[in-house]
Every structure is written in C-alpha cells, then in structure tokens.
C-alpha cells in the first residue's frame, strides 16, 4: 500500500560477519583461492574460462553491511587520470548495468582503474549469497576488463572518451 | 506483464510502494513526496535495475564534481553514481541480477532503499559541489560507512523516510526565481503544469538494451525541480529542443528517442568477448594478386616447364627405350633413297679419270671402291706408273697424293732402280717438300733411310736434293762399313757447303773417314757442350777410330778444349788412345789438363802407357800431386805387364837416360817382380846407375813384398856385396843381403 514504505538499508543488507563465512563458502565452491589481506579483505584472482586473463579481485563488505563488493582492477594508472577518462569512466557508469567505474588507489597507493559489481544479499532464501549469482557478477567483471581495458588505456593517453562509446556501440 | 517484472512490481506493491507502469518499464514512488523511481526489467538478463535522479540541473561535469562521484562509488555499497549529461541531472542506480532467483522482498527493499538513501544523504553535498560551492571533500563522509545493521539512518536528510516530521528544508533554487551562482540569469526551464503521463503500452518489452528509451526520457527529462528530492510533483517537460549539437567537441550529443543510454546487456557483453577471443585476421583479397596478368603468365609459364620436364623424364627413360623408332625423323618422314652421283661418274669416266675419281674420293663401299679402282688399274696398263707418278706429284690433294704413292708402291714400282730417288726428284722440282703437312715426300724418305738406294745414286741426288730431301740423303750416306770411305769421299764434296749443324762433317765422322781435324771442327763448330752431350757419341767413336783426330784438340789454345780431348780419350779408351793420352796431355802446360790426363791413365791402366807415365816421373821439377798420380797410374798397371814394359830398357843398348828411367820405374813398381828385375841393373856397366839400382834394391830390401823377389837372387847379391868395385854398391848390397839372411855375405 502506498505510502507505507520506510527505507532500511542496514535492516535489509543483513549482517557483513555471517554473510563473510557464507562467501568464504562459496569462494571454495568457485574454486577461488582467496587470501586476506591486512585490512581483511579478501583477494584473489578469477577467470571464467582459460581464455580470459584472470582478474584481481578484493571481496569486502562496504560500511560492515552486508551488500558484496567485488571490485576487479581494470587497469593501472601512470600519473593522474586524464580529462577524458573521467568522461569514459562516467559514461560507462551510466551504460554498463550492474557495474561501476572509478579510480581508486590500490594498497600500494598507486592509482587504478575498477571496475565492481555489488551482490545484494537475499535474506530470505538460502544461501544468502548463491555461487551462482557470483560466477555471473564476476564473469561480468572479467567482461568489462577483456572489452574495456584498452579503449581506457588509449582514453588516459589522451584519446578521446567518444573512443570507449564507440567500443560500447560496436558492442551492441 | 512478464514473470519477473510482475513478481518485481508485486514486490514493490507489497513494500507499500506505487508502482506504476510505463512504456520504459516502472516508476515507483512512495505516494507521500511525489519522488519517483524508474525501475527497468529485464527479463532476458533477469536484472531489475533502479534509477532516480538526485538533482537537476547539472551544466558541467567538473573535476570537482567527478571526483565527488568517484568517491561516492567507491565507498557506497550497492549504488552507483552518474552524470547524465542529456538530461544535465546527477543520477543513482542501483541493479539486481540473479540466474537462478527471482529477487526477494529485501532484496527489492535495498533497491529503492539504496537509492533513496544516497539521494538523501549525498544529494546536498553533490548539489553543492555541482554548484561550485564546495569541493568533492563534501561528499565525505565524516565518519566511517554508515553504521552497521539495524541502525537506521539519521540526520536531516534521513528523517525525511522516517515516520518522524520531516524536516523541510528549503530548495537551493526556487522555483519561479533564476539564480545563478556564476552571476548569470538562469531561465526557467520547467513547466509547473502537470502533464498528464503518455499512455503506457504494452510495447514494454524484454528486449536486451532493457527498455524504451522514449518513456525513460519523458520521465527524467521532465523534472522540473532542480532538486527532486523536496519537489513533490515533478511536472514532466518535454524534451528540450534545440538540443546542442552533437558536433560541439565539448557539448553532449542530443538524445535521440532512438538513440540513448541503453544498458549494456550481458548477452551483448559475452557477444563481444567472443568476438574479441575470435581475433579473426583481416581478410585479404589474394584474389586480386592472383588475377594480375604478369603473375597468371609466369605461373602458367612455371607450370609449363614442370609439365614439360615431367613429360620428358617419362618419355626419355620410360617410353623410348621400348619403342625407339618411333622417336626417329625418318619413321614418319622418310628419306628417298639418295642415288650417288658418283657411281654415275665412274661408270662414265675413263681409266686416268677413274683412278683420280677413286684415289681423290673413294667410295665408301670397300667392294665398289676394289672394284673400280682395279677397273683403272687395269686399264691403263703400262701407263700406270706415270699415271700414279704424276698423280703423287701433281694432285692438289695431299691425300690423293698420299694414295697414289701407296698404290705405286703396292704395285712394285718402288723397286724399280732409282725409281725412289726419281720420284723424290719430281716433287722437289714441283716444290712438295716445302708444303706443310705434305705426306708424300716424308713417306719417301722413310722408304729411303730404311731401305737405301745405291751410294752413287744417293751421292748423286745430292746436287738436285733439297732441303730435308737432301739432309736425308746425307744422312743414308753418313755410315760406316763397306763403302764407308767412298760415302765420305762423296760427302767430302759438300763440306765446304755444310749445314750449320754441320750435318756433312759428322756424317764423315760416322762413316769414319773424316779429316783429321774433325773432331775438332766439330767441337769448334757445335761447342763444348754440344761435345759433351749429344755429339759425345760420334766424337767418341771418332777418337776410338782415330786417336789422333784429336791431336789438334790436344793443342787447341782454348784449355777447355784440350781438357775435352783428354775425356774423349779417356772415353775412348783403347790403347792408342791410352798412348795417345800419355804423351801431350801429361805434358800440358796446364795443369788441371795433366792431372785429368794422370787420372784418366789411372783409370785406364793400360800397359802400353807404362814407359810415357816413367819418363813423366822421372821428369824433374814434376808436380808433385801429378808425381802421386802418375805413380797410382803406375802401380795399377799390371806389374806383370809393366815390368814387361821397363825390362827391355834396362839394355846395356839402351841410353843412360833411359836406363835410369827404367831403373826408377821398376822401382817406383815396388813389386817382387820389380825388385828381381832391378837385380839385373846391377851389371850396369855406369857406376852412378850401378849405384842408383844397388840403392834402390836398399830400399826394395826392407819392404817385405819385394823380399821374395830378391831371395832368388841372394847368391848375386852375395857375389856383388864382395865384388863389385864401388864401395857404395857393396855396401848398399851388403845391407840388402844383411837384411835377407841375417848375416854378411
């Protein structure tokens, strides 16, 4: 009934620390070697098939709730992010359903490209994180890299942002 | 309505949410505030994706403002920042995806709950920062992420989804008032009017790129508030026209109704992956290379040539060893039987002709060929020989010439006396021994040195022969034997006209009647070397023949030469020639000449040189290596023979020189036989060679092979060594006898 709906995201999101033991779970049923690293996130590497380049991946829950983050490196920066790549990365924030696109810093402090795919957590079935709901966002996470690596390379070097929507149309 | 999207709009229904749908899919709102949501479905990538603008409108994607938005997706969980630069609006999403499950009730809760969380709590700051009014650090959070669950959002901006009162918090831009934090004029762009909703249709579809963009745009590009969250009816606008020019290198493309951010499906994605994994090379026409002309002709060509050497392997080595003829010009191009002419022509020539016919070109049949030219033979009968005789000597043809001497000789007439001679007469008028490469005249001669004709003949040929006619002529004359010294005396008659190798001089040397000087003519006028190598045999023979053809070499004024006579003695080396080589050269003023002279003696040991080689010891002022010399010489003469040789002048008869000679020769010997006959010396009449042979026997005496020589004659020796009226001599004898028996006599 209208007008009777209250937003609770934290109620809803579910616990990060049972969720965590859940994704360790289904970690192994992928098969993913994940370790964790000082600031206890997981990391590891993920391909879909031999043919794809496996991506790095970090496994966290942001702000302790229990939405899944997985971020993948899309590709390093050398020096700040160029004018147009700011444009390609918004506009691929806009086109790509189910992923974002940012720069953020790695542990080293050096400065990347992600690209993540957040898993809403389903309380109400189980298991909360289904590997299969997994294998999809991350083998969409392996996509973006494989199509989007290289037209943002050439779009930090200086090509223009148009280059990446070009790439997206041919796509489709 | 599809499955999923039906079970997403009753999920939403059940969170007391209206939902409504459109063309692009649904709008949810709450019903209290008017804000209202796009939710898209779609039902091939089983993702449900929500959508709501945060502010509005937004001119300029700043640096400030990317960063603020980078932040803000970075550390959100589960929504998604954008600039929608048609719709010059910041936008949240947020998605579902599942494969397998339909999304659960808090699943639908978080994706309208994540949106209208961040647009309440980021949307301030995002304005702010949008606006200019502050820096991309607004939209940080002050504390960490937002606290853990079951804590509920507070803070001005979440009261507002509380049941508590809201706080209301005036826009940032009034409506109905332009401002401007740049200072510009901002028009009013928002109609207040509602417009009613387009008509849903049913032409929502489940298509990949999730929706129609049309409704989408209408729904979005119609906010008039600039902040929507605070408005509570957001009249649509229409889109605006006059949309800038996508050609602006720095002004958004228009948004089409055709056109427009779709969602990226997946399906679309793992498309491309394949494409990108396929890799597939360009493609390249080679067909167009392939259809050049210049290459079709050079592989035409290649493929040619393989052909041809294939075919010709096989042919070569497979085909024609079994089937040869058929790869002959005449099995299928026959000749015609050619008939030789010249059958014709000696059918019809005469006997003179048909021997010329045969001898210059002979049938090639041997049996044709007997048959005809016995056919000439034949008839010319007596004139044969002229006939084959001017043939030798006139045809033109050597080989006809060459045909007809060997008919002419076959047929006997070599033998005719003087025939040879008079034939070689013929070609030497008709000038046959100048042609090169003429066969007949050398043939001819041949003939003559092998079989020679009469001496006279020969010598009489020598007026008209010339040139190698005539050296052969000479030659046939230069032997030895019977005849020799009428041959010489017929080359005689051309010494004064010899060669230059003086060709007569030496003939007469070989038939060995040649002038005394001719040995040394010869090594004057061939020279030493020549002597010395190929005329050391005819010298040789010369000397042996006639010692003193080398008298006058002996005396030459030219050393060398004189030293070439005593090697052509000494080659010689008969007794005369012995003698002969014991005179002069032993007395040679040149020393090297008396020494090869001593040697020469030594070598040849000839007795009959004992009493030159004597006198030459006894010669005083000797030298003392020929004295040496002279004695080996000497003593390889048999002592026999020498003895023989010296005996005989110890003859009271004898001069004294002579005597002494001999007495000092016999005892130069040395030999037992020389010492016994040295006895007989002692019946010198001359007491100085009376005393000179007692004191030779002296020293003959103490030499034991002479002791056996004297022992015979010890009574003699006794009866002088008392005797003998010289004092020396019985002493010297005494000695002797002493020596022998040991006592005195």
Redesign the interface.
């Known amino acids: 009934?209208?007008?009777?709906?209250?937003?609770?995201?934290?109620?809803?999101?579910?616990?990060?620390a049972k969720l965590a033991g859940e994704l360790r779970q289904v970690l192994r049923e992928l098969k993913l070697d994940a370790r964790e690293d000082p600031r206890k996130d997981l990391r590891g590497e993920f391909t879909p098939s031999a043919?794809?380049e496996p991506i790095p991946l970090r496994f966290f829950?942001?702000?302790?709730?229990?939405?899944l983050?997985l971020e993948g490196k899309l590709l390093p920066l050398d020096g700040p992010p160029h004018?147009e790549l700011?444009?390609a990365?918004?506009f691929l924030?806009?086109?790509?359903?189910?992923?974002?696109?940012?720069?953020?810093e790695e542990p080293d402090g050096r400065r990347a490209v992600?690209v993540?795919a957040?898993v809403?957590?389903?309380?109400?079935?189980s298991p909360a994180l289904?590997a299969?709901?997994l294998r999809?966002?991350l083998t969409?996470l392996c996509?973006?890299r494989?199509?989007f690596a290289d037209p943002l390379q050439r779009v930090q070097a200086g090509q223009s942002w148009r280059f990446v929507r070009d790439t997206?149309k041919?796509?489709? | 309505m599809s499955s999923l999207k039906a079970t997403v709009a009753r999920g939403l229904e059940a969170l007391g949410l209206h939902v409504e749908q459109d063309r692009g899919g649904l709008t949810v709102d709450d019903g209290l505030d008017g804000q209202r949501l796009s939710v898209r479905v779609d039902e091939t990538e089983r993702m449900v994706r929500v959508e709501g603008l945060i502010c509005y409108p937004v001119d300029d994607f700043s640096p400030e403002l990317s960063l603020a938005m980078d932040h803000l997706n970075r550390v959100r969980a589960g929504v998604c920042f954008a600039y929608l630069e048609a719709q010059r609006a910041l936008a949240v999403f947020t998605s579902w995806s599942s494969p397998v499950r339909d999304p659960s009730p808090n699943q639908l809760h978080l994706l309208i709950g994540l949106v209208q969380e961040a647009r309440g709590r980021d949307g301030p700051a995002l304005e702010r920062v949008a606006e200019g009014d502050g820096s991309w650090e607004e939209v940080k959070d002050p504390e960490p992420e937002p606290p853990g669950p079951g804590a509920r959002t507070t803070g001005r901006r979440g009261a507002r989804f509380t049941d508590e009162a809201p706080e209301f918090e005036a826009p940032t831009r009034q409506l109905g008032r332009a401002t401007d934090v740049r200072g510009a004029v901002e028009p009013v762009t928002r109609r207040l009017e509602p417009e009613p909703l387009r008509t849903t249709t049913t032409r929502f579809s489940s298509t990949a790129d999730g929706g129609d963009d049309d409704a989408w745009d209408q729904v979005f590009s119609g906010a008039g508030a600039r902040d929507l969250a605070t408005q509570r009816q957001d009249p649509p606008v229409t889109p605006r026209g006059g949309q800038d020019d996508e050609a602006t290198v720095d002004e958004p493309p228009p948004s089409a109704p055709d056109e427009g951010f779709k969602p990226t499906s997946r399906t679309a994605l793992q498309m491309a992956i394949q494409n990108v994994e396929r890799r597939e090379p360009e493609r390249v026409d080679l067909s167009a290379a392939r259809q050049r002309p210049a290459r079709r002709f050079l592989v035409g060509l290649l493929k040619l040539a393989a052909f041809v050497g294939v075919a010709y392997v096989v042919i070569e080595f497979f085909v024609r060893p079994f089937v040869p003829h058929y790869f002959e010009w005449e099995t299928w191009f026959p000749k015609e039987a050619e008939v030789d002419h010249r059958l014709v022509l000696r059918e019809q020539a005469s006997p003179k002709e048909l021997l010329r016919l045969e001898l210059e070109d002979p049938l090639d049949a041997e049996g044709l060929h007997e048959q005809y030219l016995t056919r000439a033979l034949d008839g010319l009968g007596e004139e044969l020989r002229g006939e084959l005789e001017l043939l030798v000597v006139g045809s033109p043809s050597g080989g006809t010439r060459a045909a007809a001497l060997e008919l002419w000789s076959r047929r006997g007439f070599a033998e005719a006396p003087g025939a040879r001679l008079e034939l070689l007469r013929r070609l030497v008028e008709a000038k046959r021994h100048e042609e090169p490469a003429e066969p007949v005249v050398p043939a001819l001669l041949a003939a003559v040195r092998s079989n020679p004709p009469p001496d006279q003949q020969v010598a009489a040929a020598l007026d008209w022969a010339k040139g190698d006619v005539w050296r052969t002529l000479v030659e046939v004359l230069a032997r030895p034997g019977d005849g020799a010294e009428g041959r010489s005396a017929a080359l005689a008659r051309w010494l004064d006209r010899d060669t230059p190798d003086l060709l007569v001089l030496r003939s007469m040397v070989k038939t060995g009647f040649a002038p005394p000087d001719a040995a040394t003519r010869l090594v004057v006028g061939n020279g030493v070397e020549w002597a010395r190598g190929e005329g050391q045999a005819l010298l040789v023979g010369f000397v042996t023949e006639s010692p003193d053809g080398v008298a006058a070499l002996s005396r030459h004024e030219d050393e060398a030469y004189r030293v070439l006579a005593v090697e052509l003695l000494a080659a010689a080396g008969t007794p005369p020639a012995a003698e002969r080589l014991a005179r002069q050269p032993l007395r040679d003023a040149s020393g090297a000449v008396r020494i090869k002279a001593a040697i020469a003696l030594t070598k040849l040991a000839e007795p009959a040189t004992t009493w030159p080689i004597a006198v030459e010891l006894c010669r005083r002022g000797i030298d003392p290596a020929l004295a040496t010399e002279l004695r080996s010489a000497l003593q390889r003469i048999p002592p026999t023979e020498s003895i023989q040789q010296l005996q005989p002048r110890l003859a009271h008869t004898r001069s004294p020189s002579e005597r002494f000679v001999a007495i000092q020769a016999l005892a130069a010997l040395g030999t037992s036989g020389a010492a016994s006959a040295l006895v007989e010396a002692l019946a010198e009449p001359d007491v100085n060679l009376r005393r000179t042979a007692a004191e030779k026997l002296d020293e003959l005496g103490r030499s034991e092979v002479a002791k056996p020589g004297l022992n015979a004659h010890l009574p003699r020796l006794r009866e002088v060594a008392r005797t003998d009226p010289t004092p020396a001599v019985r002493q010297a004898i005494a000695r002797v006898y002493r020596g022998m028996t040991g006592h005195d006599p």
């Open positions: 009934m209208a007008g009777r709906f209250v937003p609770d995201v934290a109620r809803h999101a579910g616990d990060a043919s794809y829950f942001p702000g302790a709730q229990g939405i983050a004018e700011r444009h990365l918004n924030c806009q086109e790509v359903s189910g992923c974002r696109f940012y720069v953020g992600f993540r957040d809403l957590p389903n309380l109400d079935a289904h299969r709901d999809q966002a969409s996509a973006q494989a199509i997206l041919a796509l489709k």
